[in-house]
């Protein structure tokens, strides 16, 4: 059997790291947690895991900043993003639009609340 995937759950929300991490642990996947964009960094920069689930509004440093810095690093630029964002919840406070989410460099996105099944389909359609 090959090496369990590595993937990295950022949110400013502990109990929305808890609850992702529990589903990708029940599914054989390796797991870090970070929770907040610059933590999050330097959990990529260590562990270069093989996939990032990455909420949008953070503190520190923004989910669109860390999926740029991703993409635009030669040594990162492999590591697929998948974004999470509230969106639907706050469009009279934000200036994001799910529109922003499929035109950022991220391979894919969720909004939330997260529909955790739906979550595992897009975790594994990018660790094959």
């Known amino acids: 059997m090959s090496e369990k995937k590595l993937i990295l759950v950022v949110d400013d929300d502990p109990d929305l790291v808890e609850a992702v991490s529990m589903k990708l642990e029940a599914s054989e996947y390796r797991v870090a947690k970070a929770y907040d964009g610059e933590e999050a960094m330097e959990k990529i920069a260590e562990e270069k895991p093989d996939l990032v689930i990455l909420d949008v509004m953070m503190p520190r440093k923004n989910g669109w900043e ?3 810095e991703i993409k635009k690093s030669e ?3 492999d590591i697929s993003v998948v974004l999470l964002t509230a969106v639907a919840d706050s469009v009279k406070t934000t200036s ?3 529109h922003d ?3 950022t460099l991220a391979d894919d996105y969720i909004p939330k609340p997260i529909d955790l099944d ?3 389909e897009i975790v594994g359609d990018h660790c094959e």
């Open 66 to 68: 860390v999926c740029e």
């Open 75 to 77: 040594a990162l630029k």
């Open 96 to 98: 994001y639009t799910h």
């Open 101 to 103: 989410g499929k035109t």
């Open 118 to 120: 739906k979550l595992m």
